[in-house]
């Protein structure tokens, strides 16, 4: 039976988050099978948080080398991939984006036949990268409704979206063309879920069947668990059953946690059925907004603790942290310090930093 001080632990250790590691910023993309990127730059902070000596570069470079994409992938939200697991995991996702176009806008294609859609759609975008309004509208010369026509094409296919949309410090509108334009190379089989859930595991185990599914958005994921074999088998405090790779960690639920920044979106808060290793159900409320916004956050002896937001104006960056409940000195120190750190990384041009708790 694992507490659950237990899990939280296990799971900062593989995401990273016991100590900074001396990771290519690639490598660590891949280890934690992509990272949420619903807005373009909270994966330059959630990398910050995790590894030493991380700079903006080390992901720019990425994004324009076309070593690493920005595509919808995992719940069908944008992720940032490497190109080898763009290439692998866009095929196993597939039907997370039919099942929500089913659900939501097939029935306002109004007599628009879906492959016609789709294919128009890739030759417009494969002439050169397009805006959703600009390919909608495009659609929209031949069948009705540009803004359902547009979403079709991105379900189904594959889009990335291109720099500089993802580079820090660029202003840019989200623009899309094909994986296969892009990458130069052809999608895989669909055959990666198997890889997919245990490379899950390796970076949010010990997990449940729910978990799994709550993080990738598929479903039926049990008899991809049933099949797998030589995995571990744990239970929480509750009596779910919890599954893992043989080689998981599992530090002792007394290591000591660094105070830590955790930014917007991060699959850190969004990858679980059940959040208590990380969050409690009260915090949840506040940090997950109405509007689809998963706030940035700060962690204190490993759970979510508070708030936190850089509001700049008249050349003068200020890291505000609003903690859930009165710090003691100690994390209250501890958040400063590191605080000053995270302000030097995401407000360098910044000419005067400065603290405050809220």
């Not at 580079?167 to 623009?175: D, E, M």
């Not at 007394?254 to 920044?261: N, W």
């Not at 958040?335 to 990384?345: S, T, V, Y």
């Given at each position: 039976?694992?507490?659950?001080r237990?899990?939280?632990?296990a799971f900062?250790?593989r995401?990273?988050l ?6 290519r910023?690639l490598?660590?993309i891949?280890?934690?099978?992509g990272?949420?990127s ?9 990398l910050?948080t995790?590894l030493l ?8 470079r ?14 069908g ?9 763009c ?6 996702v ?6 929500w176009?089913?659900t939501?806008?097939?029935?306002r294609?109004d007599?628009a ?15 050169r ?5 600009e390919l909608g509208?495009?659609?929209?010369e031949?069948w009705?409704n540009?803004?359902v026509?547009?979403r079709?094409?991105r379900?189904?296919v594959?889009?990335?979206?291109v ?22 190379e052809p ?7 198997d890889?997919m859930?245990l490379?899950y ?7 449940s069947v729910?978990?799994?599914?709550a ?5 039926g994921l ?7 074999p ?6 929480d ?9 043989p ?6 639920p ?8 955790i930014p917007?979106?991060?699959?850190l808060?969004?990858s679980?059925a ?5 969050m409690s159900?009260e915090?949840?409320k506040i940090v997950?907004?109405?509007?689809g916004?998963?706030k940035?956050?700060?962690l204190?002896?490993?759970f ?9 104006g008249?050349?003068t ?5 609003e ?5 003691f000195?100690?994390p209250?120190?501890a ?11 995401a407000a360098?041009e ?6 405050r708790?809220?």
């Open positions: 039976m694992l507490t659950r237990a899990l939280n632990r900062l250790e995401q990273l016991l100590r900074r590691h001396p990771l910023a490598d660590a891949e280890h934690l099978v990272m949420q619903q807005a373009p730059l909270p994966p330059y902070v959630g910050w995790r000596g991380f700079g903006h570069g080390d992901l720019a990425l994004l324009l080398d076309r070593t690493a994409v920005r595509i919808a992938l995992m719940r939200t944008i992720h940032l991939v490497s190109a080898r697991d290439l692998a995991l866009r095929p196993a597939q039907p997370v984006l039919d099942r176009f089913r939501s806008y097939a029935k294609l007599g036949d879906m492959e016609e859609v789709v294919a128009a759609g890739r030759r417009l975008v494969e002439e990268p397009l805006t959703f309004n509208m495009m659609l929209a031949k009705p540009p803004d026509l547009s079709a094409v379900v189904g594959p889009l990335v979206q720099p500089p949309r993802g580079i820090w410090g660029a202003v840019s509108q989200a623009r899309h063309t094909s994986v296969e334009s892009w990458l130069g999608l895989g089989d669909g055959s990666a879920i890889a859930v490379r595991l390796a970076a949010f185990g010990p997990a729910k978990d799994m599914q993080w990738s958005g598929l479903t049990r008899s991809v668990v049933k099949r797998l030589d995995l571990v088998v744990h239970r405090e509750h009596g779910v059953e919890l599954f893992d790779v080689d998981g960690p599992l530090p002792d007394d290591t000591d946690v660094p105070v830590r920044f917007e979106f991060d699959n808060l969004l679980h059940d959040r208590a290793r990380i159900e915090h949840r997950f907004t109405v509007n916004i998963i940035a956050t700060i204190v002896d490993g979510v603790a508070g708030l936190w937001r850089i509001v700049q008249g050349g960056a200020v890291l505000e942290i903690p859930f409940q009165p710090l000195s100690g209250r120190d958040l400063a310090a590191e605080g000053a750190d995270l302000l030097r990384f360098a910044a000419t005067a930093h400065d603290i708790f809220v």
